[in-house]
Protein backbone atom coordinates (compact mmCIF):
# COMPACT_ATOMS: atom_id res chain seq x y z
CA UNK A 1 0.00 0.00 0.00
CA UNK A 2 1.24 3.42 -1.06
CA UNK A 3 1.58 6.68 0.56
CA UNK A 4 2.17 9.93 0.10
CA UNK A 5 4.05 10.58 4.16
CA UNK A 6 6.35 7.65 2.89
CA UNK A 7 8.79 7.50 0.42
CA UNK A 8 10.36 3.75 -0.32
CA UNK A 9 13.37 3.77 -2.45
CA UNK A 10 15.95 0.69 -3.47
CA UNK A 11 19.54 1.57 -3.75
CA UNK A 12 21.02 -1.36 -4.80
CA UNK A 13 20.41 -4.25 -2.58
CA UNK A 14 19.66 -1.75 0.41
CA UNK A 15 15.77 -0.51 0.69
CA UNK A 16 15.25 2.45 2.48
CA UNK A 17 11.60 3.30 4.10
CA UNK A 18 11.42 7.26 4.61
CA UNK A 19 9.12 9.07 6.99
CA UNK A 20 8.03 12.14 5.51
CA UNK A 21 5.54 14.10 7.04
CA UNK A 22 7.38 16.73 7.92
CA UNK A 23 4.54 19.06 8.91
CA UNK A 24 3.73 16.72 11.89
CA UNK A 25 6.89 15.77 12.62
CA UNK A 26 6.73 12.73 11.01
CA UNK A 27 3.49 12.05 13.57
CA UNK A 28 2.47 8.24 12.40
CA UNK A 29 -0.64 7.53 10.36
CA UNK A 30 -2.23 4.37 9.88
CA UNK A 31 -1.57 4.58 6.54
CA UNK A 32 2.03 5.26 6.77
CA UNK A 33 1.80 2.25 9.26
CA UNK A 34 0.46 -0.03 6.18
CA UNK A 35 2.78 1.30 4.12
CA UNK A 36 5.52 0.71 6.11
CA UNK A 37 4.46 -2.48 6.80
CA UNK A 38 4.20 -3.65 3.04
CA UNK A 39 7.19 -2.28 2.28
CA UNK A 40 8.81 -4.74 5.19
CA UNK A 41 6.96 -7.23 3.56
CA UNK A 42 7.57 -7.34 0.25
CA UNK A 43 11.38 -6.36 0.43
CA UNK A 44 11.69 -9.64 2.78
CA UNK A 45 9.87 -11.20 -0.32
CA UNK A 46 12.59 -9.92 -2.59
CA UNK A 47 15.72 -11.52 -2.99
CA UNK A 48 17.42 -8.85 -4.48
CA UNK A 49 16.88 -6.65 -1.22
CA UNK A 50 19.48 -7.55 1.85
CA UNK A 51 18.49 -4.79 4.01
CA UNK A 52 16.17 -2.22 5.34
CA UNK A 53 16.82 1.64 6.31
CA UNK A 54 13.92 3.75 8.11
CA UNK A 55 14.93 7.15 8.10
CA UNK A 56 12.59 10.15 9.10
CA UNK A 57 13.16 13.87 7.81
CA UNK A 58 15.58 16.81 9.44
CA UNK A 59 15.20 17.27 13.40
CA UNK A 60 12.38 14.81 13.36
CA UNK A 61 12.64 10.63 13.02
CA UNK A 62 8.88 10.63 14.75
CA UNK A 63 7.03 12.48 17.23
CA UNK A 64 4.99 9.32 17.57
CA UNK A 65 1.58 7.83 16.78
CA UNK A 66 -0.67 10.67 15.07
CA UNK A 67 -3.11 11.92 17.89
CA UNK A 68 -6.04 12.06 15.90
CA UNK A 69 -5.59 8.47 14.89
CA UNK A 70 -5.31 7.67 18.68
CA UNK A 71 -8.55 9.44 20.19
CA UNK A 72 -10.82 8.03 16.82
CA UNK A 73 -9.80 4.58 19.03
CA UNK A 74 -10.08 6.07 22.32
CA UNK A 75 -13.95 6.82 21.23
CA UNK A 76 -14.58 3.99 20.01
CA UNK A 77 -13.08 2.78 16.86
CA UNK A 78 -11.48 0.14 15.69
CA UNK A 79 -8.69 -1.87 17.15
CA UNK A 80 -5.68 0.16 14.54
CA UNK A 81 -4.99 -3.57 12.61
CA UNK A 82 -2.62 -1.05 10.51
CA UNK A 83 -0.79 -0.33 13.41
CA UNK A 84 -0.15 -4.02 14.89
CA UNK A 85 0.12 -5.24 11.10
CA UNK A 86 3.57 -3.20 10.92
CA UNK A 87 4.55 -4.05 14.54
CA UNK A 88 4.47 -7.80 13.43
CA UNK A 89 6.47 -7.06 9.65
CA UNK A 90 9.29 -5.31 12.24
CA UNK A 91 9.57 -8.34 14.78
CA UNK A 92 8.61 -11.16 11.59
CA UNK A 93 11.67 -9.35 9.82
CA UNK A 94 13.88 -11.74 7.76
CA UNK A 95 16.22 -9.10 6.85
CA UNK A 96 18.18 -7.03 8.83
CA UNK A 97 17.12 -3.76 9.85
CA UNK A 98 19.27 -0.34 9.94
CA UNK A 99 17.97 3.18 11.50
CA UNK A 100 19.24 7.02 10.99
CA UNK A 101 17.51 8.85 13.66
CA UNK A 102 17.79 12.57 14.01
CA UNK A 103 15.99 14.97 16.57
CA UNK A 104 12.47 13.87 17.86
CA UNK A 105 11.98 9.98 18.47
CA UNK A 106 9.25 9.59 20.43
CA UNK A 107 7.19 6.43 21.01
CA UNK A 108 7.29 4.15 18.58
CA UNK A 109 9.94 6.35 16.95
CA UNK A 110 12.05 5.20 19.94
CA UNK A 111 10.65 1.87 20.15
CA UNK A 112 11.15 0.77 16.63
CA UNK A 113 14.74 1.16 17.17
CA UNK A 114 14.67 -1.78 19.86
CA UNK A 115 14.23 -4.18 16.97
CA UNK A 116 16.94 -2.40 14.48
CA UNK A 117 20.07 -3.96 14.06
CA UNK A 118 21.92 -0.95 13.67
CA UNK A 119 21.36 2.66 15.10
CA UNK A 120 22.93 5.76 14.20
CA UNK A 121 21.62 9.00 15.77
CA UNK A 122 22.90 12.45 15.70
CA UNK A 123 23.94 14.66 18.93
CA UNK A 124 20.14 16.26 19.05
CA UNK A 125 18.23 13.25 18.94
CA UNK A 126 15.90 12.56 22.27
CA UNK A 127 14.35 9.28 23.02
CA UNK A 128 11.71 8.83 24.90
CA UNK A 129 8.39 7.05 25.91
CA UNK A 130 5.46 8.57 27.32
CA UNK A 131 3.35 5.08 27.05
CA UNK A 132 2.49 5.75 30.68
CA UNK A 133 2.14 9.31 30.96
CA UNK A 134 -0.46 9.27 28.84
CA UNK A 135 -2.46 6.55 30.61
CA UNK A 136 -1.02 3.38 28.26
CA UNK A 137 1.43 0.90 28.10
CA UNK A 138 4.77 0.25 26.40
CA UNK A 139 4.16 -1.32 22.47
CA UNK A 140 6.49 -2.89 19.86
CA UNK A 141 7.74 -5.70 21.74
CA UNK A 142 9.77 -2.96 24.06
CA UNK A 143 8.42 -4.34 27.31
CA UNK A 144 10.20 -7.42 26.61
CA UNK A 145 13.07 -5.88 24.45
CA UNK A 146 14.47 -2.99 26.62
CA UNK A 147 14.79 -4.81 29.76
CA UNK A 148 17.43 -7.48 27.66
CA UNK A 149 19.16 -4.64 25.93
CA UNK A 150 18.95 -1.62 28.49
CA UNK A 151 18.83 -3.54 31.29
CA UNK A 152 16.14 -3.40 33.65
CA UNK A 153 16.72 -0.33 35.39
CA UNK A 154 17.60 1.94 32.52
CA UNK A 155 14.45 0.29 30.74
CA UNK A 156 12.09 1.24 33.79
CA UNK A 157 13.32 4.88 33.44
CA UNK A 158 12.33 5.08 29.87
CA UNK A 159 9.07 2.95 29.83
CA UNK A 160 8.10 3.56 33.13
CA UNK A 161 8.95 7.03 34.25
CA UNK A 162 9.23 8.32 30.39
CA UNK A 163 12.72 9.68 31.23
CA UNK A 164 14.24 11.33 27.85
CA UNK A 165 17.42 9.40 26.59
CA UNK A 166 20.47 11.88 24.75
CA UNK A 167 22.16 10.01 21.61
CA UNK A 168 25.20 9.76 24.21
CA UNK A 169 23.44 7.87 26.65
CA UNK A 170 21.17 5.88 24.49
CA UNK A 171 24.74 4.63 22.97
CA UNK A 172 25.65 3.96 26.99
CA UNK A 173 22.72 1.93 27.16
CA UNK A 174 23.17 -0.06 24.39
CA UNK A 175 19.99 1.31 22.69
CA UNK A 176 21.86 2.58 19.36
CA UNK A 177 25.19 1.30 17.78
CA UNK A 178 26.74 5.37 17.45
CA UNK A 179 26.30 9.03 17.34
CA UNK A 180 27.07 10.83 14.00
CA UNK A 181 27.12 14.57 13.14
CA UNK A 182 23.61 15.06 11.59
CA UNK A 183 25.50 15.96 7.76
CA UNK A 184 26.64 12.40 7.21
CA UNK A 185 23.75 10.62 9.13
CA UNK A 186 22.25 9.44 6.39
CA UNK A 187 25.47 8.25 4.22
CA UNK A 188 26.86 6.39 7.27
CA UNK A 189 23.81 4.47 7.85
CA UNK A 190 23.98 3.95 3.93
CA UNK A 191 27.53 3.02 4.33
CA UNK A 192 26.47 0.24 6.92
CA UNK A 193 23.69 -0.93 5.05
CA UNK A 194 25.62 -1.68 1.99
CA UNK A 195 28.31 -3.12 4.14
CA UNK A 196 25.47 -5.60 5.55
CA UNK A 197 24.37 -6.39 2.30
CA UNK A 198 27.39 -7.56 1.11
CA UNK A 199 28.02 -9.90 3.45
CA UNK A 200 26.74 -13.56 2.65
CA UNK A 201 23.44 -13.62 3.41
CA UNK A 202 22.39 -17.42 4.74
CA UNK A 203 25.16 -17.25 6.76
CA UNK A 204 23.81 -13.49 8.12
CA UNK A 205 20.10 -14.37 8.62
CA UNK A 206 21.46 -17.41 10.85
CA UNK A 207 23.73 -15.31 12.72
CA UNK A 208 20.77 -12.69 13.38
CA UNK A 209 18.45 -15.42 14.11
CA UNK A 210 20.29 -16.85 16.45
CA UNK A 211 21.59 -12.95 18.04
CA UNK A 212 17.47 -11.65 18.45
CA UNK A 213 15.01 -13.01 21.03
CA UNK A 214 12.81 -16.24 19.41
CA UNK A 215 9.80 -14.65 17.12
CA UNK A 216 7.39 -16.36 18.89
CA UNK A 217 8.56 -14.97 22.58
CA UNK A 218 8.35 -11.52 20.73
CA UNK A 219 5.19 -11.82 18.37
CA UNK A 220 3.18 -13.24 21.79
CA UNK A 221 4.42 -9.70 23.65
CA UNK A 222 3.76 -7.44 20.73
CA UNK A 223 -0.22 -9.06 20.74
CA UNK A 224 -0.29 -8.88 24.90
CA UNK A 225 0.95 -5.32 25.10
CA UNK A 226 -1.68 -4.73 22.47
CA UNK A 227 -4.37 -5.99 24.21
CA UNK A 228 -3.59 -4.18 26.67
CA UNK A 229 -2.78 -1.12 24.68
CA UNK A 230 -5.91 -0.91 23.39
CA UNK A 231 -7.73 -1.27 26.76
CA UNK A 232 -5.76 1.39 28.31
CA UNK A 233 -6.98 3.86 25.52
CA UNK A 234 -10.26 3.71 26.22
CA UNK A 235 -9.97 4.41 29.75
CA UNK A 236 -10.51 7.04 32.29
CA UNK A 237 -7.34 7.48 32.88
CA UNK A 238 -5.55 7.96 29.25
CA UNK A 239 -8.88 9.87 28.12
CA UNK A 240 -7.89 12.63 31.16
CA UNK A 241 -4.27 12.68 29.43
CA UNK A 242 -5.05 12.76 26.14
CA UNK A 243 -7.60 15.87 27.11
CA UNK A 244 -4.82 17.23 29.31
CA UNK A 245 -2.37 16.86 26.72
CA UNK A 246 -4.90 18.67 24.19
CA UNK A 247 -5.16 21.88 25.89
CA UNK A 248 -1.57 22.18 26.68
CA UNK A 249 -1.25 22.01 22.57
CA UNK A 250 -3.87 24.57 22.56
Excluded at 89 to 94: D, G, K, P, T, V
Aim: neutral net charge; contains cysteine; proline residues 4%.
Amino acid sequence: MADGHVIIERRGAVQTIRMNRPDKKNAITRAMYAAMAAALQSGDADPEIRAHVFFGVPGAFSAGNDLADFMAIAMGGDGGAEVWDFLLALAQSEKPLLSGVDGIAVGIGTTLNLHCDLTFATPRTVFKTPFVDLGLVPEAGSSLLAPAILGRQQAFAMLGLGEGFSAERAKAAGLIYDVVAEDVLEATVLTAAEAVAAKPPQALKIARDLMRAPRETLVARIREEGEQFRARLKSDEAKQAFAAFMSRKK
